[in-house]
């Protein structure tokens, strides 16, 4: 559902929708969060099922959402049975998550965090321990834990994981390197430890994120 239809809607989704999980679109899911904040909103999943409420994240999203109605109303054999009508998967790999864009830190940040985070992205493929970035910033790690939460709002070593499963998202998405090449050109060092991280923050595997977004 898209955040047009919670503003039409805002008193009934103000009153039924108090305490329940919700989803939209990823781009609104904040603005939704901040106008509403009884609801709990995961803009990682394709849809919510409360029931009554039901919602979906964008417009493909909501064709998934019709499916699990399907399912739920008249059985899997029906919805099957519907999805090859529409030629659609049953049900996608993964959820919102693996859509959301996440944005590389810009040459424009000249902050001494912002000059870390631009060494860091240039350096995902060597060993990037905590004491290593404390070095490289000239602080005490102690002291660099504090000023990425400050600044980053996570941990040195999720916002290197972050970083290092957007570099596999590229290398996924622009090249045919096998998934071990990419776990190493991307940092993880082996393809299990890449596909832990990738369902982690992505929702889906690599060689599924390959098929639905990598090049032919």
Known sequence: M????????????ARELLTLKATTHWLAAEELARRYPQI???PDVLYVDNGKILTSAGAAAGL???????????????AARTARLAVMPLERAGGQAQFI?????????????GTLLLWI??????????????RQAAMSPRTLS??????????????????RVRRAQQLLETTRLSVDEVALHSGFGSASVL?????????????????SFGVA
């Open 2 to 13: 898209w955040l047009q239809s919670a503003r039409a809607h805002s008193s009934l989704l």
């Open 40 to 42: 709990d909103v995961n």
């Open 64 to 78: 998934d959402l019709c499916l699990h109605i399907v399912r739920r109303d008249f059985g899997a054999e029906v």
């Open 101 to 113: 864009v996440h944005d590389a830190p810009t040459m424009n940040d000249k902050t001494a965090m």
């Open 121 to 134: 992205e240039k350096n995902l493929h060597k060993e990037l321990s905590l004491p290593v970035i404390a």
């Open 146 to 163: 504090r000023r990425f939460a400050e600044r980053v709002g996570a941990t040195p070593a999720n916002w290197v994981a972050a970083a």
């Open 195 to 211: 596909r832990e991280h990738f369902a982690g923050i992505v929702g889906t595997s690599p060689v599924s994120y390959r098929r």
